[in-house]
C-alpha cells in the first residue's frame, strides 16, 4: 500500500468516493458508478504548488501558488490559482480580499515586470536591463548627493544630511535585508526611510 498520499490525491479520491457511497446506499449501483464518473479531479491536480508570502502589507502572509502549463505559450508555466498556506503560522491559510485577489496582479496587463526607461524627449517606455537601470539609479544619486550633501550646519557641527533624497523599503524584506537598508541609507546621510510596513 502506497503511505505517501497527497493532499491533493486524498481530496480528489474522498470527493469521489462521498459521492459514490452515499448513492450507493440508496441502491443507485449504476448510477453511483456513473456519478463518480462525472466528478470532476480536483482541479488542482496537475498543478505545481510553491510556497510564497503576500508582498502587499506587513502581515506577511503565507501563499500557495499554484501553476500550469500555459495554455497561450508552449512550454511556459503560468499561474493558475493561489490560496492562503494553511501551515504558516502567520494567517493559517487565511487571506484578505487583497491577497486573495493577487491572481489579477499578477496576471495584469498594466504590470511592470521589467525596468523600464523613457529617454529625454520621447514619450514611450522602453525595456532596459538591470544592470542599465542600477548603473543610472546610482549616477543620478551620486549627482545628486555631490550636489546637495550637507556636512555641517550654520554652527559647525558636523551633521552629514543628504536632504533630497528618500528611501522606500518593503514590508516582506528579511530582517537581514531590512538592516542592510537602514545602513546604506543612514550611511548615505538619508533622512528620510519610509518604510510599508507600520512597526
Ligand atoms: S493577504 Fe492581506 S493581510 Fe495578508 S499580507 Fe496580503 S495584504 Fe496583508
Known amino acids: 500500500m502506497n503511505m505517501d498520499l497527497s493532499r491533493r490525491a486524498f481530496l480528489k479520491g474522498a470527493s469521489v468516493g462521498v459521492a459514490g457511497t452515499t448513492l450507493g446506499a440508496f441502491g443507485f449501483g449504476g448510477v453511483e458508478a456513473a456519478y463518480a464518473a462525472s466528478v470532476k479531479p480536483f482541479r488542482l491536480t496537475t498543478t505545481k504548488e510553491a510556497r510564497s508570502s503576500c508582498p502587499y502589507c506587513a502581515v506577511c502572509c503565507g501563499m ?63 525595456r532596459v536591463t538591470w544592470d542599465f537601470a542600477m548603473e543610472r539609479i546610482a549616477k543620478l544619486m551620486k549627482e545628486d548627493r555631490d550636489a546637495n550633501f550637507i556636512e555641517t550646519n550654520n554652527d559647525g557641527v558636523p551633521v552629514n544630511r543628504w536632504p533630497t533624497m528618500a528611501f522606500l523599503s518593503g514590508s516582506s524584506v528579511t530582517n537581514e535585508t531590512g538592516w542592510l537598508t537602514y545602513k546604506v541609507s543612514r550611511g548615505l546621510g538619508m533622512l528620510q526611510i519610509e518604510n510599508q510596513a507600520r512597526i
Open 64 to 126: 500557495m501558488i499554484f501553476s500550469a502549463e500555459s495554455k497561450a505559450e508552449a512550454g511556459k508555466m503560468e499561474v493558475t490559482h493561489i490560496e492562503g498556506d494553511v501551515d504558516n503560522p502567520v494567517n493559517r491559510g487565511t487571506l484578505c480580499p487583497k491577497g486573495a485577489a493577487a491572481i489579477d496582479y499578477i496576471k495584469s496587463k498594466t504590470r511592470v515586470k521589467y525596468p523600464m526607461y523613457r529617454k529625454p524627449g520621447t514619450n514611450t517606455f522602453e
